[in-house]
C-alpha cells in the first residue's frame, strides 16, 4: 500500500515541476538573444557559479541564490522571482530566487542563503518604463530567461526583455549598487518599496522619504517574515541615492500614489522615480541598509560608497571575495572539481551576517543598540546545520570570523538568558533543536581559540543542560533527558534530541575539562552516553520510548517523517527529517561505543555499507529514501564512520563516490538545502581529505579529490596538502605524512597541524 502511495506521490510531484517548467521554457523573450555585458571575474572568483544549488525538486534544492554580496555582508541583493501570476509557491527557491522561475518582482537586499525558510526582502527595487502604475508592481511582474542571466562572486546580471532594460548588481557589506541600462526611449522608472518581503507574508511601520532638493531617500520597514515574525519582525532603515536627477516623482501608500509628496507612512508604502528618456544612458542606485538607524544608513553609504561607480563596487566586491577564496589555493586539471570546490567555498562564506554599522552599532536581541567591542556582531546563524562542517572550517581559514561568531552567541546569552538555537536578527528563532551553540564554543576553544569570556559560556553551556534555563527555547524534554536518561515520546523528536542532547554533553564535558574543571567535565561526559538508552538491541536501531520505559509499538526503520506528514498513521515521529536508518549513525563524538551496541565491527561494517548503497539514484532525487542522504546534515559524516571500524578503505570509497556524484556546477548540484553553507563546506573538507569532528578537536582522514591545497590559517602560517597520484581511479589512501612523519591513524589532532605544515597523501586504485 505504501509503495503505491510513494509511486502517486511521485507522479504528482513530477508533474507539478513538468507544468511548471512550461512556463519557465514558454517565456515572452527570446532566450539567449541579448549581448550580456562583459563580465569581470577576480583570480578565484572566477570558478565560482553562483547558479549552483538554485534550482531542482523545491524540498531537495540547495535554496541558494545568485545574487550580489560580500563576503558575510548585510546586504544580499538579488532578484526576486515568482511564476507568471506575480505569485510564490510556499517552500519554492526560498532564499527569493528559484531557477526554474520565469518573472522577476524586482531585487530586493536581505535574504538566507540555502536555509529551509524563507526570511526577509527588505527595501525591492523594481525597473518599469511607461505609464506605470506601482499598485500593479505585485500582480505584473517582469519576465526573465535563465539564458539572459549571468552571475560570479561579487555580480549578478540580467536582461528583461519585457522592458528592454539590463539589470546589474553588486555590492559592498552595508550597499547594494544596481545599474539598469534602458535600451528605448519611454520613460524609465525606479520603483523603491519600502514595505517589500518574501513570500506571502507582510511588513509593517513603514516609510518612505524622499527629498526632492537634493535627491537624498531614505526609509524603513519591520518586516514579519517566516523567522522574523518569531521574535517580533525585523526592522531595517535605509539610505539611497541616484547618479542623476529624477525628473519627477511620487510616492505611494495603500496602492494610492501622489506625484510630489515627499513623505509617506504606513504598512504598504514606496517611491516611484521617473528619469524620463535615458536610452543607453546608463542609472546606478546605491541603497545601504542599517538595522540601527536611518541615520546609520546615511552613515554606512557614506563610508562604502563615497565617491564609487558601479564599476569601482564591482571591484570592491570581486577584491573582497578573492581575498577570502584565496586561503586556499588548490591545484587540479579538473574545471568540474575547481568550480564545484571554490562554488562551495563561496557559499560557506554568505552566512553569518554582519549587523554592525561602520560606527560599530548593532541591534541586540533585547533591542537596544550597543557597540561592539573589539569584534564584528554577527547573526543569521543556522547552527545545527553549521556547527558541522561551516564553523570549523571558519576556525581553520577565517578565525577572525569564528571569534566574531563566538563572541556574538555568547552576547546574546547574556542578554536572553540561554545561548540561542538559530539566532537571527535581533532575536533567536528557535529552529531545530538542541543547543548546537555548544559545539560551536567548545570546538573553537579546544582548537586554541582562547580569547572570549570561557567561564560565561561554560556557565550557559551547563545551565541549557541542566534544564534550568525558564522561557526559552532551550532543550525541549531536557527534564526526561536528565532524569529518565533519554527523551521519551512525550516529546515530539525525541530520539533526533536525546541522540543531540548527548552530541552536546559531549562537548561540554571536553570543554570543562580543557578549563579544568574535573567534576564538571565528569557530570556531563555521563550524560553523553544517554544515547544507549534509546538503542533497541532487538533491533539495533534507536528507538522511541515511553516515559515507562516501554518501546513506542509503531516502528519502521524506512519511513522517515517526510511521509508521517501525509500519512494518517505515525511512523516516525521519533526523528527529525529522517528515518530510524538515518538516525541509527548519529554518535561521531562516540563510534566505539555505537560500535558496541551493534555487537562489534563487522556487524557495524556491513550495516553501513548497506546503509551506503541505498542511497538514491540521483542528486536532489524526489524521494531520497532511507539509504545515504548527504543533502541533510545527520548523515553528513557517515562515510566517515568506516574509519573507526578499521575500515578506512570504505570511508574513502564512499567519501569520493559523494564528492563525484552528488555535488556538480549546475542548478541542480546540491542533493538538498545548502544551510547556509553546511552542506558547500562538507565538500569543501572532504576535497582536501580531511573532515571535523565537531565540537572535538579531532579530524578523520578521507580521500582527497585535489592534486593540492595550500590553506592559509590565518596565523601566518600555512597547511600545505599534496596527494601524490590522485586521480578518478586511484581513490585509496596508500600512506599519509605529516611533515615527513607517517600517520597510521585514522585520525589527526588540530594541534598537529595549527602551526603548519606538509600534509602528503600517497594515492593508489587499490585499498591499503
Not at 534550568?468 to 521519551?488: A, F, K, M, Q, W
Amino acid at each position: 500500500m505504501l509503495s503505491v502511495f510513494l509511486k502517486l506521490q511521485s507522479i504528482f510531484v513530477a508533474f507539478i515541476m513538468i507544468f511548471t517548467s512550461a512556463f519557465s521554457v514558454g517565456k515572452i523573450s527570446s532566450p539567449g538573444t541579448e549581448p550580456m555585458p562583459e563580465m569581470k571575474t577576480g583570480e578565484y572568483g572566477r570558478y565560482v557559479d553562483p547558479f549552483v544549488g538554485t534550482g531542482g525538486y523545491p524540498w531537495a534544492s540547495g535554496n541558494t541564490f545568485p545574487g550580489a554580496v560580500y563576503p558575510f555582508g548585510a546586504v544580499k541583493l538579488c532578484p526576486d522571482t515568482c511564476l507568471f501570476t506575480g505569485k510564490n509557491i510556499a517552500g519554492w527557491g526560498t532564499s527569493g530566487y528559484y531557477y526554474g522561475d520565469s518573472h522577476i518582482l524586482g531585487f530586493s537586499h536581505t535574504r538566507f542563503s540555502g536555509a529551509g525558510v524563507s526570511d526577509m526582502g527588505h527595501f525591492r527595487v523594481t525597473p518599469a518604463i511607461g505609464g506605470t502604475n506601482p499598485a500593479k508592481r505585485l500582480s505584473r511582474p517582469l519576465v526573465f530567461s535563465n539564458s539572459d542571466e549571468e552571475a560570479t562572486a561579487g555580480y549578478y546580471a540580467v536582461y528583461l526583455s519585457g522592458i528592454d532594460c539590463m539589470a546589474e548588481l553588486t555590492a559592498t557589506d552595508h550597499v547594494g549598487f544596481h545599474r539598469y541600462t534602458f535600451g528605448n526611449s519611454k520613460d524609465a522608472h525606479i520603483f523603491i518599496d519600502s514595505t517589500s518581503f518574501l513570500k506571502d507574508k507582510s511588513a509593517q511601520d513603514g516609510i518612505i522619504s524622499v527629498n526632492a532638493e537634493t535627491g537624498e531617500i531614505s526609509g524603513q520597514a519591520r518586516v514579519q517574515t517566516s523567522f522574523a515574525g518569531r521574535y517580533g519582525g525585523l526592522m531595517a532603515y535605509f539610505a539611497a541615492e541616484f547618479n542623476r536627477p529624477f525628473k519627477s516623482f511620487s510616492t505611494w501608500l495603500d496602492g494610492k500614489s501622489v506625484e510630489g509628496r515627499e513623505y509617506a507612512e504606513g504598512d504598504d508604502c514606496g517611491a516611484n522615480f521617473n528619469f524620463g528618456n535615458i536610452k543607453d544612458e546608463p542609472l546606478e542606485l546605491k541603497l545601504a541598509i542599517s538595522f540601527v538607524s536611518a541615520e546609520n544608513a546615511r552613515e554606512n553609504l557614506e563610508a562604502e560608497a563615497a565617491g564609487l561607480d558601479f564599476d569601482g563596487a564591482v571591484d570592491v566586491a570581486q577584491n573582497g571575495w578573492d581575498s577570502y577564496l584565496s586561503r586556499i589555493d588548490i591545484k587540479t586539471d579538473d574545471k568540474e572539481i575547481k568550480t564545484n570546490f571554490y562554488t562551495a567555498l563561496y557559499h560557506s562564506m554568505i552566512m553569518p551576517t554582519d549587523y554592525t554599522d561602520v560606527n560599530g552599532d548593532y541591534l541586540a536581541f533585547d533591542g537596544n543598540v550597543y557597540k561592539a567591542d573589539g569584534y564584528t556582531y554577527r547573526s543569521d546563524m543556522s547552527l545545527w546545520d553549521t556547527f558541522r562542517t561551516t564553523h570549523p572550517l571558519y576556525i581553520m581559514i577565517a578565525p577572525e570570523i569564528q571569534r566574531d561568531a563566538v563572541n556574538s552567541l555568547i552576547n546574546m546569552a547574556e542578554i536572553s538568558g540561554a545561548l540561542p538555537r538559530w539566532p537571527s536578527g535581533n532575536g533567536d528563532t528557535g529552529s531545530m533543536f538542541g543547543t548546537p551553540a555548544d559545539m560551536v564554543i567548545a570546538e573553537s576553544y579546544l582548537k586554541g581559540m582562547t580569547d572570549f569570556d570561557t567561564e560565561t559560556a561554560l556557565k550557559y553551556m551547563m545551565r541549557t543542560s541542566d534544564g534550568i534555563v525558564e522561557g526559552r527555547p532551550c532543550r525541549d524534554g531536557i527534564d526526561e533527558y536528565n532524569t529518565l536518561g533519554y527523551v521519551s515520546m512525550n516529546t515530539k523528536k525525541s530520539v533526533s534530541r536525546t541522540l543531540e542532547y548527548g552530541w552536546s554533553d559531549n562537548s561540554i564535558a571536553l570543554f570543562a575539562e580543557a578549563l579544568g574543571k574535573t567534576e564538571e567535565a565528569e557530570k556531563y561526559a555521563a550524560k553523553s552516553k544517554n544515547y544507549k538508552n534509546l538503542f533497541d538491541d532487538s533491533v539495533k536501531y534507536f528507538r522511541g520510548k515511553n516515559a515507562d520505559g516501554t518501546w513506542t509499538k509503531l516502528f519502521s526503520t524506512k519511513i522517515s517523517t517526510f511521509y508521517d506528514e501525509v500519512l494518517p498513521i505515525k511512523f516516525a515521529s521519533a526523528y527529525c527529517e529522517g528515518s530510524a536508518e538515518h538516525w541509527r549513525w548519529a554518535v561521531p563524538y562516540d563510534t566505539e561505543g555505537l560500535m558496541e551496541l551493534f555487537g562489534g565491527k563487522d556487524y557495524f561494517v556491513s550495516e553501513l555499507e548497506e546503509f551506503m548503497k541505498n542511497a538514491a539514484k540521483t542528486t536532489g532525487a524526489v524521494d531520497p529514501g532511507s539509504g545515504y542522504w548527504i543533502g541533510n546534515e545527520h548523515d553528513f559524516h557517515a562515510a566517515y564512520l568506516f574509519n573507526d571500524a578499521d575500515r578506512a578503505d570504505l570511508t574513502q570509497k564512499w567519501v569520493r563516490w559523494t564528492l563525484a556524484n552528488r555535488f556538480a556546477s549546475e542548478p541542480n548540484g546540491l542533493d538538498g538545502n545548502d544551510d547556509a553553507g553546511a552542506l558547500s563546506s562538507w565538500y569543501v573538507w572532504s576535497a582536501m581529505g580531511l573532515y571535523p569532528i565537531a565540537g572535538t578537536d579531532e579530524y578523520w582522514i578521507g580521500s582527497p579529490n585535489l592534486d593540492s591545497a595550500e590553506l592559509n590559517l590565518g596565523n601566518g602560517k600555512t597547511l600545505k596538502i599534496t596527494a601524490e597520484n590522485q586521480s578518478a581511479d586511484n581513490i585509496y589512501v596508500k600512506q599519509v605524512m605529516l611533515n615527513g612523519e607517517t600517520i597510521n591513524t585514522s585520525k589527526i589532532t588540530h594541534d598537529m597541524i595549527a602551526d603548519g605544515g606538509t600534509l602528503i597523501f600517497v594515492m593508489s586504485n587499490k585499498p591499503a
